[in-house]
Nanobody
Framework: AQLVESGGGFAQIGGSLRLSCAAT????????MAWYRQAPGQTRELVAR???????TYADSVKGRFTISRANAQNSVNLQMNGLKPEDTAVYFC?????????????WGPGTQVTVSS
């Protein structure tokens, strides 16, 4: 599968951005889709993950501010980011945990930059 991300950019402190991710290609089924982020000099961290049963998990740092949800398009998710803080600045990567027939696979998008400043 290939993941295409969109929606990154600049936001002021306290502002909002929405990221979108679409998975295309040969996909039998999807277990979950997620957003990770990586700030300069730091390791990649999970931001939010949405499972096929529509349950979601979030990093403590974004709970109450970010929401991951299924998008209208098939195999797509959105990440609504509100109340943005400078520490949210990072490259955000979409991830999919999916099946091709009986073969379980993992795919990553190329990343989209999110910058939060005053």
């Amino acid at each position: 599968a290939q993941l295409v991300e969109s929606g990154g950019g600049f936001a002021q402190i306290g502002g909002s951005l929405r990221l979108s991710c679409a998975a295309t290609g040969t996909i039998t089924g999807i277990y979950s889709m997620a957003w990770y982020r990586q700030a300069p000099g730091q390791t990649r961290e999970l931001v939010a993950r949405l499972f096929t049963n529509r349950t979601a998990t979030y990093a403590d740092s974004v709970k109450g501010r970010f929401t991951i949800s299924r998008a209208n398009a098939q195999n797509s998710v959105n990440l609504q980011m509100n109340g943005l803080k400078p520490e949210d600045t990072a490259v955000y990567f979409c991830n999919a945990d999916y099946l091709v027939n009986y073969d379980r696979r993992d795919a990553w998008g190329p990343g989209t930059q999110v910058t939060v400043s005053s």
